[in-house]
């Protein structure tokens, strides 16, 4: 995934973008970066890898060495970013979020019309952040730019620019499918993927771009570029699991939704009876935890934590490329509270269920402490469809997905033409994948909310909303 935070003041902006940009990375585990305007120095940029350290850690001298009254920072799980680009538009920094699923074609396409070259990473691939900036460069202006780089990408992208002169452009997607909001100070302006990072420091709520809404920002106001349009389809996944709770999207508080969501989850289940002789709910990882307190409040069940994440010292599990690094990493962190478990039936509510790998060994993990039984939810519908929109997951192709596999087992490839009743847990096809995810995992039983619960969770049309990971539609 990845986010980003730039800030245009009357006064030296870096600090508030070290601290807003630090405040995204929850969104991303690979490389951190800046880039600044100072009028004397004119563009700075540095990155780095932030795998093995936090953002703050490796940014932390950053005060001492830049300078500006402009600056973007962003969080990546990809690319290398904020590049610094030269060309017939000017010097300027740039980054986005989003992905870029045929950066080959693009890259052909650009060669084919006169872009000498582009640096080569490991592989040959190129920096899909050059590749933007090649795209918007074929255009006389950055708003039509901006314009060709979206219609051209299978993907999406939001994108910041920090110009020469130290404005900043900021466009939002064109089916505004990640957030863009501004904020306001008596300094100047904020622009950032997740608002609550600008509200920390000191500037209230000025306007959320619209879907491939365009905007320059200075520090005494606001110019649209390019008006928002009509269409949007914004990351369903955002309120499920990515979004942090703080966060407010199109007006939806995350954490509110997730109360919302598990309170669906407890009412499908108290119809079917499905909790009964549960002894606690709890949420596993830590963004199951509010969808759990709904879940716990709505069906009278107790919230316990039956273990705990040690996590001051401990990077996140996901971080490693490595799979039994990361495996070894999430067994380390979980320390169990033997009076919630020994003899205990639990019921765990998960965000997602992507993989499994995890999940799996957390499940193991409590069994091996004295579990009766370990119950499991999840609070959006199975992940059937690898996202092509957002670079949230890293798994490089469907078969990667449980529900992909499990489908796979019972029925070969036949199977893909079933999905939808797979996903159903009143049909045939449905009961049987939930049995054997649950015996495969070790389930006592399983269950995911319905699209129209997390759809009925969020409150947004379902027009507008992306849900093509659990249903192949947009």
């Known amino acids: ?63 001492e060495d830049m300078q500006g009254t402009s600056a973007i920072g962003c969080i990546s799980d990809s690319d290398p970013q904020p590049l610094l680009i030269r060309s017939h538009l000017g010097t300027y920094a740039l980054c986005y979020v989003g992905a870029i699923n045929n950066a080959d074609k693009l890259v052909e396409l650009c060669l084919d019309y006169g872009y000498d070259h582009f640096d080569a990473m490991t592989g040959g691939s190129v920096n899909t952040t050059e590749l933007l900036a090649a795209l918007i460069n074929r255009k006389s202006n950055f708003v039509e730019g901006i314009k060709f780089a979206q219609d051209s990408i299978e993907g999406s992208a939001s994108i910041l620019i920090l110009r020469e002169n130290g404005r900043i452009i900021a466009a939002r997607d064109k089916l505004g499918r990640t957030p863009v909001h501004i904020g306001r100070s008596e300094h100047g302006y904020s622009v950032a993927f997740e608002s609550f990072a600008y509200k920390k420091l000191g500037y209230s709520d000025e306007k959320e771009l619209g879907p491939g809404e ?63 002789d ?43 490329a490595r799979q039994n690094e ?16 020994t003899d205990k039936n639990l019921l765990f509510v998960d965000d997602s269920i992507v993989r499994g790998t995890q999940l799996k060994e957390t499940v193991d993990f409590l069994y091996e402490n004295g579990a009766k039984a370990v119950h499991m939810r999840s609070a959006c519908p199975p992940i059937m469809y690898g996202c092509k929109y957002l670079n949230f997951s890293r798994n490089k192709n469907d078969m ?29 096809r449905g009961q049987k994948f939930r049995k054997a995810i649950c015996e495969s995992m070790g389930f006592a039983s399983l269950e995911f909310q319905s699209l129209e619960g997390i759809i009925k969770a969020i409150g947004i049309d379902r027009c507008k909303l992306c849900t093509y990971c659990w249903s192949g539609k947009e």
């Open 1 to 63: 995934m990845g986010g980003f935070f730039g800030v245009v003041s009357k006064q030296d902006a870096l600090s508030d973008v070290f601290f807003g940009t630090d405040y995204h990375s929850h969104l991303g585990t690979r490389r951190g970066g800046l880039a600044a305007y100072d009028k004397e120095i004119g563009l700075q940029r540095v990155i780095h890898n932030i795998e093995n350290s936090p953002f703050r850690t490796k940014f932390d001298h950053i005060l």
């Open 214 to 276: 365009i905007v320059e920002i200075t520090a005494d106001g606001i110019t649209q570029l390019a008006e928002a349009g009509t269409e949007m389809r914004v990351c369903a996944f955002l309120w499920s699991y990515y979004g942090y709770s703080t966060s407010d999207y199109e007006g939806v508080n995350v954490e509110v939704m997730r109360y919302r969501n598990g309170e669906i989850m407890a009412e499908a289940d108290m119809k079917t009876g499905l909790y009964d």
């Open 278 to 320: 549960i002894d606690y709910v709890g949420g596993v990882p830590d963004s199951g935890t509010p969808h759990a307190i709904g879940y716990a409040n709505k069906s009278k069940i107790p919230f316990a934590r039956p273990f705990i994440k040690y996590t001051p010292t401990w990077p996140r599990s996901f971080m490693s």
């Open 326 to 341: 990361r495996r070894k990493v999430a067994k380390m962190k979980q320390i169990p509270v033997h009076e919630l478990i």
């Open 400 to 428: 990667e997905l449980l529900g992909r596999r499990i489908i796979m087992e019972l029925e070969g490839e036949a199977g893909f033409d079933h999905i939808d009743e797979y996903t159903d847990s009143s049909t045939e």
